[in-house]
T-cell receptor, first 113, second 115 residues
């Protein structure tokens, strides 16, 4: 499978715990995006990487959130001290060039108890 | 006001019907436009890009009106398998070093095709 891969698919955790998600983009894609989607809404942009550089962060990304893309390959998104409002689907997407459509992974569904 | 607005529906139509979805966007600097399809609890998948000249892919036709900042999607001869949420998506401003190519999504329009 050469698409965007995300894991885990599902994560259930207690409020206050830390969680980390991983995204493996399509191998030749240097642009990687994280989005968050809550029920009944479209995805909302969180952050963008070009290779290993994080070039944009949304105001949605509070200081409890951190994302990395070491060596410009896979990316991780960590949420510290999770809150109920963090429950959502976290989607990763990648593209080769800026004006090409983005390809999405299956997403990680986070549920906070 | 949201940057991309869609009627959330749901649209309930019989098989074989023609259905049209509309979308408006607020940023006149927007440069590229897409329709994505999303099945329940799945990731969004690209349905088609939208061009100023209009474009067609089988039963699907997309139109863009830059003057009115309006995008449409027409589905002809709808099938049961067309039941999904259709997301109108805009990429605002492709030019200049500051643009990252992030996508702005509408809320989505839900289509339910019934036998």
């Amino acid at each position: 499978d050469t698409g965007v891969s995300q894991n885990p698919r599902h994560k259930i955790t207690k409020r206050g715990q830390n969680v980390t998600f991983r995204c493996d983009p399509i191998s030749e894609h240097n642009r990687l995006y994280w989005y968050r989607q809550t029920l009944g809404q479209g995805p909302e942009f969180l952050t963008y990487f070009q290779n290993e550089a994080q070039l944009e962060k949304s105001r949605l990304l509070s200081d409890r959130f951190s994302a990395e893309r070491p060596k410009g390959s896979f990316s991780t998104l960590e949420i510290q001290r999770t809150e109920q409002g963090d429950s959502a689907m976290y989607l990763c997407a990648s593209s080769l060039v800026r004006d090409q459509p983005q390809h999405f992974g299956d997403g990680t569904r986070l549920s906070i108890l | 006001r949201k940057e991309v607005e869609q009627d959330p529906g749901p649209f309930n139509v019989p098989e074989g019907a023609t259905v049209a979805f509309n979308c408006t966007y607020s940023n006149s600097a927007s440069q590229s436009f897409f329709w994505y399809r999303q099945d329940c609890r799945k990731e969004p998948k690209l349905l088609m890009s939208v061009y100023s000249s209009g474009n067609e892919d089988g039963r699907f036709t997309a139109q863009l009106n830059r003057a009115s900042q309006y995008i449409s999607l027409l589905i002809r001869d709808s099938k049961l398998s067309d039941s999904a949420t259709y997301l109108c998506v805009v990429n605002t401003g492709l030019y200049g070093s500051s643009n990252t190519g992030k996508l702005i999504f509408g809320q989505g329009t839900t289509l339910q095709v019934k036998p």
